[in-house]
């Protein structure tokens, strides 16, 4: 724990140097990145070592303010997304040096740095913290320096609105935060979490209580639908570095929570299984269908990590309800589904927003509908966001495949048993839909961003970033591809996740790694098999036809157009709304989306039918409420004198009251 | 001896700085107003090192809870007085003299509330603090300041006249019990066979009384209009040091009536009052478009919160005390930070000072981080005393009233930022240019800041002890 | 990976054009044609294989990439499925579910090759191919469910293997219903007639012959192949449902393979013959019926 | 003997009703100085012994209550050449209608409040019912100098409760309380000649320029 320790500290150094020395560009963005990458990877050395087993001492501090004493410590839980912090979090911030690199604003750009440091610091204590007052403490530290950066350009309005929405959303889960440690912490000896294990909610009721505060207020934080409006809004006014670290770690850690709920409940109840998985499916299939529906590049990203967070909660699901039903076996799969791919979603995610970043600095627009051929004039984010791309849609040889694997194991695991724990296997068809989705929305946006003819002289004359910001999405994707090859790497840890929050034997874990790691290199071992013949058959053919007089092929001539006379322009292409238009039509009601239909163009406009229809016109109302009530009350001094009067006489019937009484 | 001291020397020192007539002694006026401030902060820390005895025959003598309000009120008057400072030499304001010789004048009834253990000297010193800071809210002469300060004398003044029935209803109910009439510890040691009837009725009309002074609702109608037309300073000061002075009073009535195994009858007052408060401040911060009469919706909100926890016993009472601390030492700074605001632009409007991140980048960032504190987020300390309180609302058996506490905290939470964030956010009004803040004007908050943040993550050891024998005084327990 | 279960991979391999052919064969002597050749797919793929690829300037190495991708992906599914009734030549817990990304990667990669020629008619076909696989996958997964539950197995060469004769004798009805929507699942996947009409000429209607308009020579042979061995790996699929070949010998299976896959496609063939097409808005809702009838079979085992 | 205090109690709810029923302030402010002498003279009357303490307490109360202020309000008449409370916000009859009832208030009040050791049982009723006469006025007012003349009412109410405790109020108290309301009233008597010179009348409904 003193690595980690160290390596927060030697990232709140760096923010310090480069608020200090804004005005020496050079020296502070080295020295930044310096203490950056130190720092992470001081940070993620204990982590590692935790994930392969071994156990990392707690740091006690004796308690100087009301609520117990300070611990702080890294269980397999906290480690894996400890990992993912500073993975990221490094990436992250190399990427912003080197995007804010020819910024105007040198003070403006040293704030952003310095805050982006705080932030991952913040992160970093959230999943260490083992006591409740560090624990808000951390969590609150981390939301109000997300803000900050989020409004890195508060000028614009736009961005202001976002930040806004965001910071409302998160403080109210924070006052839901503190209603469920209040109510939990109530009988316990002090607010450290061994001792609210050791002591959890007595009656149900209270424990449901709990529970769905937990929800809420994690909630709020994950984006579950339908706490998730103010998602959107924050990753579209954000940097992309920042809306990567947003996406990839901050909404995380409303997983975490829920999963340390789960760790600290000895048995979490049955229906709190079904719960989840009611709402992963909603969050899976709702977030993706508005994904769709989006054109601008960030929000369309931010609803996809609605969606992904809607997959994690589908492994929590099963992984409670594998516990409840005593199936230890589906539980601890279920719960290592969910951490593993809170981690892939971590890289993935932070991945393709990074991506989105590149292609907004190149072009500096995210509507995608104005982009297109970017693949020839920016090869490598191209690449880049390709395998992103099939790594989020859980296509097979990258590792967004492998944890959605290991979700749907535990849902047919569920399937396989007895008892009314069958009906889990139903879940997996939600999973399904939510995967064809996916795929559909990721074909739109790869095609229409980088494939194809430019659409707009933006697109036309857009060029590759520097390599500064194209060095840290190589690390990203290597990661998704190593973890997606070479599943070894991966699975064992998050299956010790999964067994310590199923709390199975270990041994059972162990039986489980080998069965679980057997067939997934078989199945790697198959696809290599497939490409080998399949490139033995080309290679054998490739050979026949050299030697026979065949031209090489030609790549001069334009796309057949029905022998039409003048070549195809841009704007024959399929643009993004045209191509989401017939899927979106088959769940109309519920996209939020309006057509704007010409006689020479086709539109659509997608709102998020939750800020829109729910969230605003409740604040309206309270605000017209308090409205009315305000206009009772002018100014007059009479009115304030009669006020008092009013106190006295109820006083004085009071106290005749009660002076009877006793 | 220094309880005499601490109330005597600010008193004459305001007699001093009054009879400096003229604009050339101005340096001197401003000089004493530091000085005693300085002299009256090192007294009271010595209070803390030894405690000093009772004084003047047992009416004057240090208790916990006494000793952290005048603490609290003397480090507020000193951040004041540095910042007054820098106030005086930009506004040339034409009474200096009557505003060095009200500031003095208020901290000397405040030292003297602070210590009196006699009820009757608490409350001449409560009246004192009216006639001293009325001058001050008139300090600008306008139109709207005198509206502001006939408002807050008359209902004040109706306020203590109630507080004055009160006392002779308290010590009615004392003439039969044996001890000195009218002492807090013969009060406390009697308690049993005080007259239950007049206690009762004493209770009461103490609680309107003192009620009016702290600003809770519906008595509250007041605080808008004083705190929007007084200078930022004496509006810290109010909303800082006097409100919670009005709260000792009530304070020290309900540590008799808890000595007097009343509660049953005394907390169901206190947590109407309380959740009362918070919904008035609830509904008229939203849609509030001035940053001063904001806070002072805020202050009527946290004046909710003390008696909140007051009334929910148990460690509730803890973090009520650690709240009257929090809570001035916020105030205080953000009420300094609205005045910066004001000298640069003028007008406290929200929608006049667009952009302060860009014009007054050290305000606006104590701005924003003062929405946070102000509004109970964790790293500042109000977060521990308002959670400490909800720990209570939960462990006291009232779900409900925790529930109630945390939905009026989060609509009061979006009505301050709506108005604070875009005050520092938005686009600078294009002439306003990056103004040269003078340190004399950022001391005052920046040091506040520190301590609530300070407060937030630990608390010192003698500050804790006092704390809890404070909590334990007040009927609750330290947690 | 047992000797016979190679076998009948290969003969899978080398028999999948053929089927295809029998189809239109089978259609064209029921409305009266004589109609090609029963081998015209194999002499299709003769004659692109020697033609010269000839790829537009705006496409970029995806779409080259495209079908080669699509063939692996096939092959490597195909890997999967127990041919010889008995094991499938790579088995593990869950690849049932591998089984199914590898389709969807195969899909996602020819979607993509087809949309980077800029031209409408691939985004078209593009936009219908996925709009159908919103609702073809989940009815894919309510087959294997189906299938997991009546046999109890979470592989592929469990569930078609030889516990899912005995399952046979459980749950026949729910296994019926399970063969008929694979069926149904079959003739959209591989764009037959209820869904899309192989033999058209009218772009505007096409759905998989529209992505591919524009490549040409061995890309197209490589599409070729590849669509036919999809044809192959569901005919396999649906045949193993309805005829369960465990307990046959190494060469009996080998041929009931073969005929099974006959008797499919000349089963197509009836139905290309029988129906005319859907409107592409009544797409979606076949296969909400084949997921409806997979449902039902779901109910009737959890009951 | 005890008769006397007991017309001394009546003579100031009559003093009471006077000032609720006027419409001319110099009547409301003679109204007032008649209840503090009546206040001093009845500071004496109860007094168990006469002493030392008891005299400059009442001579105190008399200066104070029934010159000085009084004094001073006529003076701020005379400044603001203000006559009459025009149209107040409940009217006359009202106001005294109201007065009736606050006396009945005060004397329910007061028998549930059983005063130990007190001889006088008409002194609290009489109190009580002089603080509600001053609420009303308070309330019932437009011009601010009557609102000043409730606000004496008020204390003139709170200080009769008072006088039953006079051994156990300590002289500097008394001095301390008395001295509290002088300087109160004189600073509202500035304030009420800065509304006049700003407003030029004294009416309070015209201070409701601050709302929210």
Known sequence: ?662 | MRLLAICLLPALGAVFAFALSGRRFGAARVSTLVGIAAVHLVLVATLWLHPAPAAFGGWMGQDALGLIVLSLTSVLFFATALYAVGYLRRERPRGGRVFVGGLLGFLAATSLVALSQHLALLWVGLEATTFTVAPLIFHRHDRRSLEAVWKYLLISSVGIALALLGIFFLATAQSGAAGRPLLLPDLLAHARDLHPAWLRAAFLFLLAGFGTKMGLAPLHTWKPDTYGEAPSLVSGLMAGALTSCAFLGVARITQVTMAAGMAPFVQPVLLGFGLLSLAVAAIFIIGQSDVKRLLAYSSVEHMGLLVLGLGLGGIGAYGTVLHVLNNGLAKAWLFLVAGNVVLATGSSAAAANRGLMRTLPVSGALLVLGLFAITGSPPFGLFQSEFTILRAAVGAGHPWIAAAMLVFLAVIFVGMALLILEMALGDPTPRATRARESWWLLAGPVALATAVLMLGVYIPAPLQHALASAATALGGLAP | MSRNALISLIVLLVAAPLLPGIALKTKSVLTGRRGAPVLQVYYDLWKLGWKRSVYSATTTWIFRAGPAVMLVSLVAAALFLPLDGRAAPAAFAGDLVAFAALLALGRFALVLAGLDTGSSFEGMGASREVTFATFAEPALFLCLIALVLATGELSLSGMLGAPLAAAWTRAPASLSLVGISLFVLLLVENSRVPADDPATHLELTMIHEVIVLDHGGPDLAVILYSSALKLALFAALVASVFVPRARLGAAASVVALLAALILVSAAVGVVESAMARLRLTRVPQLLAGAGALACFGIVLLLA | MHTAPQVALLFIVLMNFAVLGTSRLSTCIRAVAVQGLLLGVLALLLAPRFSLHTGVLALGTIVVKAVTLPWFLAWAIREAAVRREVEPLVGFNASLLLGVLAVALAFAIAARLPLPGMQQELLVPVSLATVITGFIVLTARRKALTQVVGYLVLENGIYLFGLTQTESMPFLLELGVLLDLFVVVFIMGIVVFHINREFDSLDSARLDELTD
């Not at chain 1, 009601?589 to 704007?596: D, L």
């Open chain 1, 1 to 662: 724990m003193m690595l980690v320790a160290a390596g927060i500290l030697l990232m709140l150094v760096a923010a310090l140097t480069v608020a200090a020395l804004w005005r020496r560009v050079a020296l502070s963005d080295t020295a930044f990145r310096l203490f950056m990458v130190l720092g992470c990877t001081l940070g993620a050395i204990p982590a590692v070592r935790v994930l392969s087993g071994a156990a990392v001492p707690d740091v006690r501090l004796a308690s100087l303010v009301p609520g117990g004493d300070w611990v702080f410590g890294i269980d397999t839980l906290s480690a894996v997304f400890l990992l993912a912090i500073f993975l990221v979090g490094g990436a992250c911030a190399l990427y912003g040096v080197a995007y804010a690199e020819h910024d105007h604003d040198r003070r403006r750009a040293a704030g952003a740095h310095a805050l982006l440091a705080v932030l991952v610091a913040a992160l970093a204590l959230v999943v260490t913290a083992q006591a409740v007052v560090p624990f808000l403490i951390a969590w609150e530290v981390m939301a109000v320096a997300g803000y900050l950066t989020i409004i890195s350009e508060p000028e614009r309005a736009e961005v202001r609105r976002g930040g806004l929405l965001y910071l409302v959303a998160t403080h109210t889960g924070t006052l839901a935060l503190f209603a469920v440690f209040a109510i939990w912490g109530n009988g316990a000896r002090d607010l450290t979490f061994a001792s609210l294990a050791a002591h959890p909610p007595a009656s149900a009721g209270v424990l449901a209580l709990v529970l769905w505060l937990a929800l809420a207020g994690f909630g709020v934080k994950a984006g579950i639908v339908p706490l998730h409006f103010w998602l959107p809004e924050a990753h579209a006014a954000a940097p992309s570095h920042i809306s990567a670290i947003m996406s990839g770690l901050v909404i995380k850690m409303g997983i975490y929570g829920v999963m340390r709920i789960i760790a600290l409940l000895v048995a979490p109840p049955v229906w709190f299984g079904w719960v989840l998985l009611a709402l992963g499916a909603t969050s899976g299939f709702l977030g993706v269908l508005w994904a769709l529906a989006q054109h601008d590049l960030k929000r369309l990203l931010a609803f996809h990590s609605v969606e992904n967070i809607g997959i994690i909660l589908l492994g929590l699901g099963a992984g409670v309800l594998g516990v409840g039903y005593g199936h230890p076996v589906m539980a601890t799969l279920g719960f290592a589904g969910a951490a593993l791919h809170t981690f892939n979603h971590a890289l993935f995610k932070s991945l393709l927003f990074l991506g989105a970043g590149s292609v907004g600095h190149a072009t500096g627009t995210r509507d995608i509908e104005r982009l297109g051929g970017l693949a020839k004039r920016m090869p490598r984010t191209a690449a880049v966001f390709l395998i992103g791309s099939v790594a989020i849609v859980g296509l097979p040889p990258l590792n967004g495949f492998l944890s959605e694997w290991l979700v749907y194991r535990s849902l047919f695991q569920g399937g396989v048993g007895t008892g009314s724990a069958r009906f889990v296997v139903v879940a997996a068809v939600a999973l399904a839909l939510i995967g064809g989705l996916a795929l559909a929305c990721f074909a739109k946006v790869v095609a229409v961003i980088f494939l194809g003819n430019p659409r707009d002289p933006l697109a036309r004359e857009a060029r590759e970033s520097a390599s500064g910001i194209t060095r840290p999405m190589a690390v990203l994707a290597g990661a998704c591809v190593v973890t997606g090859l070479a599943p070894v790497l991966v699975l064992p840890p998050a299956l010790r996740v999964g067994s310590m929050l199923a709390r199975s034997a270990s041994r059972d874990t162990m039986s489980l790694v080998s069965a679980a790691n057997g067939p997934v290199t078989v199945f790697v071992l198959a696809l290599a098999a497939g490409i080998a013949l399949a490139a033995g058959i080309a290679l054998a053919w490739a050979a026949r036809r050299a030697r026979s007089s065949v031209q090489p092929s030609r790549t001069s001539v334009e796309t057949w157009a029905c022998a039409y006379p003048v070549p195809l322009t841009a704007r024959a292409q399929y643009t993004a709304s045209s191509f989401a238009a017939p899927v979106l039509a088959l769940f109309r009601p519920v996209t939020g989306v309006s057509v704007r239909r010409t006689a020479h163009s086709f539109a659509t406009h997608a709102v998020d039918p939750v800020r829109t229809g729910l969230v605003l016109p409740a604040w309206r109302g309270v605000a017209q409420a308090a409205d009315r009530i305000r206009r009772l009350h002018r100014g007059r001094i009479s009115l304030h004198l009669a006020y008092v009067i009013a106190v006295v006489i109820v006083l004085l019937v009071y106290l005749i009251a009660a002076g009877g009484a006793s």
